[in-house]
Nanobody, 125 residues
Framework: QVQLVESGGGLVQAGTSLRLSCTVS????????VGWFRQAPGKERELVGT????????TYADSVKGRFTISRDNAKSTVYLQMNGLKPEDTAVYYC??????????????????WGQGTQVTVSS
């Protein structure tokens, strides 16, 4: 059974940094794409950043390019989201996700079949 557990959210001031972590249970973590998504109040869930199973392909939302970085540690079955230069508009519940199928690029939401419970990030101005 695949389970994802996020951590690292919180309340921070604008301009500061935060790192989210997500530990993924289940076999063969290294063979699956991983991603971070977020949902702000009253808005639809949106892609933040994704990372292919090889780690060679990344995708970022335009709004976070140059500020956020997604990475993975296959030995720890963990995916990270380093968030720098946080803005109030980054406030949302952040979800990590794992691809449904092995060997995926993971650059579209439809490729993901397993989700964490979410962690709240609140950025004050």
């Amino acid at each position: 059974q695949v389970q994802l557990v996020e951590s690292g959210g919180g309340l921070v001031q604008a301009g500061t940094s935060l790192r989210l972590s997500c530990t993924v249970s289940g076999r063969l973590f290294s063979l699956f794409a991983v991603g971070w998504f977020r949902q702000a109040p009253g808005k639809e869930r949106e892609l933040v950043g994704t990372l292919s199973w090889t780690g060679a392909t990344t995708t970022y939302a335009d709004s976070v390019k140059g500020r956020f970085t997604i990475s993975r540690d296959n030995a720890k079955s963990t995916v990270y989201l380093q968030m720098n230069g946080l803005k109030p508009e980054d406030t949302a519940v952040y979800y990590c996700a794992r691809g449904r199928a092995e060997y995926g690029l993971g650059n579209t939401e439809s490729e993901y079949g397993y989700w964490g419970q979410g962690t709240q990030v609140t950025v004050s101005s």
